[in-house]
């Protein structure tokens, strides 16, 4: 009868650690979203290296779900909106892609990255005006997001963004 009991406190005990264990993973995820969507982000780049840009997109689309996890709990980070931009951007959603942009910049003006892929949106939108201008803010950061901007300008009949 001991052995008994003693056996249905070790699986209540297991069952209660297992249980904790799992809620403190879900919070993990819920941390990892961004730096997961990161790292889908650079295979899908290195895919389309590899010119294999239907699978590209799969993983720039799954990475955009894991960024809209990481943003909802974390509205104010223009990091997370430069991705999305970049993932919607990349899947080919240039208006949902400009959304992210714009907000990304209401919070911090002067991201390099998100003045450099916006600047990228107009060129491939036709909007040779508009890139001048992201590139304009980017003149004095001595980045390369300027240099990279610029040179995609000047070259935008060739696709190199």
Do not use: W
């Not at 290296?49 to 990481?70: G, I, M």
């Not at 001595?142 to 935008?156: A, G, Q, V």
């Amino acid at each position: 009868m001991k052995k008994i009991i003693y056996i249905l406190l070790i699986c209540s005990i297991s069952q209660f650690a297992f249980a904790a264990g799992s809620e403190s993973s879900s919070n993990d995820d819920k941390s990892n979203y961004y730096s997961d969507a990161k790292k889908l982000v650079k295979r899908a780049g290195n895919l389309e290296k590899k010119e294999k840009n239907d699978k590209a997109k799969k993983l720039y689309s799954e990475a955009f779900k894991k960024l809209e996890k990481a943003y909802s709990s974390d509205k104010t980070n223009p990091d997370i909106l430069n991705y999305m931009g970049y993932t919607s951007r990349k899947i080919g959603n240039f208006e949902q892609a400009e959304k992210f942009y714009l907000t990304g910049l209401s919070i911090e003006p002067n991201h390099n990255g998100i003045n450099e892929y916006l600047g990228e949106l107009y060129v491939q939108t036709n909007r040779i005006d508009k890139a001048n201008e992201r590139l304009e803010v980017l003149k004095n950061c001595n980045c390369d997001e300027f240099s990279e901007l610029e040179l995609i300008i000047k070259t935008r009949g060739t696709k190199i963004y």
